[in-house]
């Protein structure tokens, strides 16, 4: 928890500089790759991970690697990370920054749990709905889950709206046994 505190720090500060330079896109997509890089390499991890390994020899590996891929503003940040340390948070940073730049262009990221798959009309009905209630653009995500028996649970941020069968039967069945305890 306290990673995603620090990372969440470092990721406003990213993007109020890549604000400022108006930049904020390309530096998403250049996260992304680094993202997509890291889960590649085990190597790469072992070498984030590696308190042993000097911050020196952590940022000649990463400026080789990434020099003629990702803006110079996006190297320089993680040279930042490194040299303070904090390159353990990358991982964390890149999702805080997403998220933040998510909320800059208006999207919200939503899940659907549900026992079988929405053809396409459904699936842009329920988008449409999500869109109406939200207020922002959605980036759905369903989900195929057997166990809710039916109905949909829906995560929205932090909020979860339970309308499955299997939530509906748990209420039943609490209020049955209130029922005879009283």
Known sequence: MKNVRVA???AMALMAATEQQKNIDGTAKDL???AK???D???LRLLVASPVISPAKKRAVFNELLATRVGKETLRFINLLISKSR??????LIEQYKELHDEKLGIVNVSVRMVVEL???QEKDLRAQLERITGKKVRLQTLI???IKGGLVIRIADTVLDASVSHQLD???ELLVAGQAA
């Open 37 to 39: 890089i890291l889960q």
């Open 41 to 43: 390499s085990r190597d």
């Open 87 to 92: 390159e353990a948070i990358l991982y964390d």
């Open 32 to 34: 992304v790759l680094i």
């Open 171 to 173: 209420r039943m069945r």
């Open 145 to 147: 889950d057997k166990t």
């Open 8 to 10: 969440r720090r470092y």
């Open 119 to 121: 053809n396409y009309a």
